[in-house]
């Protein structure tokens, strides 16, 4: 049982401490960003190393250092994304009344560098890592990219729950991409394929042969489970994002409004930032 409780209890916790950080980091003042985004790439450097060192590591070490190594480099991404720095060629809001595949279009645009950035990193990662004994950072990263995609596309469709008090100010003409809604069409589909996916990954690392294939699968089925819920909480009454409220402190300025309370129900909300688990993209 030992086997399973830590990589779980280190996904979790990694989880909800660095999504909250990256919202910290983002409601500071804009002078220090570069200093941010500085260690940030910093950090991606390091990682991307990490990854290509334990390619060949099929150690429980070697399993905990590859998840984490995929974590910092999907956090990059996130912090490039959510301060400014690598969004996409259109930066302002749509018009009233915009709808449609052109509605879409201009959508993709605000984050098409961002997600571009993604694939490049995907391919430079699965490179590393090609043909090794560890893939677990690869998987982790596949993860986080396609639950990233899914959230993203259900919240411009339409969820109940967007969270629009996350959402720092420079990026606030993203708010003109978002709907609110029940739910749409997408969402069942999403959380259904991911669910599944989820319980196969359960499944593997309860019959893993080895106990690092073990601790492997724990931590791709506990992001994948995360980001399942993460999913539950677009559409559900229920007031997660109660778990980052401490992030907001770092808006709390002479000059600035206070940030706004945290509600269920609240209609004009942004989704939070995931920089770990499933990074719903609010694009």
């Given amino acids: 049982m030992t086997g399973y409780l830590s990589p779980i209890f280190f996904a979790l916790f990694v989880w909800w401490f660095s999504t909250g950080a990256i919202i910290y980091l983002d409601g500071l003042p804009r002078r220090t960003f570069k200093w941010s985004m500085l260690a940030a790439t910093g950090a991606f450097g390091v990682s991307l190393y990490g990854l290509w060192e334990t390619g060949d590591d099929d150690s429980v070490r070697g399993a905990h250092l590859a998840f984490a190594a995929a974590l910092v480099a999907w956090g990059w991404h996130e912090i490039s994304?959510?301060?400014g720095y690598v969004t996409g060629p259109r930066q302002h809001e749509c018009a009233e009344g915009c709808r449609g595949w052109k509605h879409f279009g201009h959508a993709l645009q605000v984050s098409l560098w961002h997600e571009l950035a993604i694939l490049i990193s995907f391919a430079v990662i699965a490179a590393l890592t090609?043909?090794?004994?560890?893939e677990i950072g690869l998987w982790t990263f596949l993860i986080l990219?396609?639950?990233?995609?899914?959230a993203r596309l259900n919240v411009f469709l339409g969820v109940r729950n967007l969270n629009a008090h996350f959402l720092p100010p420079h990026l606030a003409y993203l708010r003109s991409f978002l709907r609110e809604a029940p739910m749409n069409?997408?969402?069942?589909?999403?959380?259904?394929?991911?669910?599944?996916?989820?319980?196969?990954?359960i499944s593997a690392a309860a019959t893993a042969p080895t106990e690092f294939e073990q601790t492997g699968y724990t931590f791709l089925a506990t992001i994948m489970t995360v980001a399942v819920l993460e999913h539950w909480f677009l559409v559900l009454p229920?007031?997660?994002?109660?778990?980052?409220?401490?992030?907001?402190?770092?808006?709390?300025r002479p000059g600035l409004p206070a940030p706004r309370p945290t509600c269920?129900?609240?209609?004009?909300?942004l989704r939070a930032p995931r920089p770990v688990a499933v990074a719903a993209n609010p694009d």
């Fill in 264 to 269: 269920a129900h609240r209609s004009d909300a």
């Fill in 130 to 134: 090609f043909d090794g004994a560890n």
């Fill in 145 to 150: 990219w396609g639950m990233h995609e899914s």
């Fill in 81 to 83: 994304f959510y301060m």
């Fill in 238 to 252: 229920i007031p997660a994002e109660a778990m980052w409220n401490w992030s907001m402190k770092s808006r709390e």
């Fill in 185 to 201: 069409l997408l969402f069942p589909v999403s959380v259904t394929v991911s669910t599944v996916i989820a319980f196969m990954l």
